[in-house]
């Protein structure tokens, strides 16, 4: 079945150490995006990508750090310059842009102590 | 930027009854989309509405966009304990789709 998977589920990290989100899609979708999902706060995005290669800045983007070298991988990073980054980080995708819904992967909790 | 308020934050409700969340937006609504959440899991997509008066329906659920008033409405009836979990509207203002806002979300519990 077509998806997106995120791995792992839950990421423990001691503060200072870059570690990374995987994002995997096999719904041959070309827009991929990263929230972050806080108590109270909703959904918070951080990058997207439109195509190949290319990315944009969300509203929440310092930080972090992505790549889109393949179609299906979007994987984030998230630095030790990040002030705050114990949170739940969610990967979307969607077909292309126009009024396409997002599909959701089922998220990685990352704990930072 | 675009805001979205979410009401109510949460609502408990008995098996049966019917209830509605709002979303009002603080910009032009050009596409408006409903998602439930299961606590510690991803978004499942419910529905999207793009223009004004727009109402679409689902089983149970109903989501109606008021375009005037940068507002929408999802309304359950006769709820069920699997009508429980986290209802977002999320919210295009750009007009390409390309960045979505989210809101806070609606935490609904059904009891027996």
């Known amino acids: 079945d077509g998806g997106i998977t995120q791995s792992p589920k839950y990421l423990f990290r001691k503060e200072g150490q870059n570690v990374t989100l995987s994002c995997e899609q096999n719904l041959n979708h070309d827009a991929m995006y990263w929230y972050r999902q806080d108590p109270g706060q909703g959904l918070r995005l951080i990058y997207y990508s439109q195509i190949v290669n290319d990315f944009q800045k969300g509203d929440i983007a310092e930080g972090y750090s992505v790549s889109r070298e393949k179609k299906e991988s979007f994987p984030l990073t998230v630095t030790s310059a990040q002030k705050n980054p114990t949170a739940f980080y969610l990967c979307?995708?969607?077909?292309?842009?126009?009024?396409?819904?997002?599909?959701f992967g089922n998220g990685t909790r990352l704990t930072v102590t | 930027s675009q805001e979205l308020e979410q009401s109510p934050q949460s609502l408990i409700v008995q098996e049966g009854k019917n209830l509605t969340i709002n979303c009002t937006s603080s910009k032009t609504l050009y596409g408006l989309y409903w998602y439930k959440q299961k606590y510690g899991e991803g978004l499942i997509f419910l529905m999207m509405l793009q223009k004004g008066g727009e109402e679409k329906s689902h089983e149970k659920i109903t989501a109606k966009l008021d375009e005037k008033k940068q507002q929408s409405s999802l309304h359950i009836t006769a709820s069920q304990p699997s009508h429980a979990g986290i209802y977002l509207c999320?919210?295009?203002?750009?007009?390409?789709?390309?960045?979505?806002?989210f809101g806070t979300g609606t935490r609904l519990q059904v009891t027996l």
């Open positions: 979307a995708s969607s077909p292309d842009t126009s009024y396409s819904p997002l599909h």
């Open positions: 999320g919210a295009d203002s750009t007009g390409t789709a390309s960045k979505l806002t």
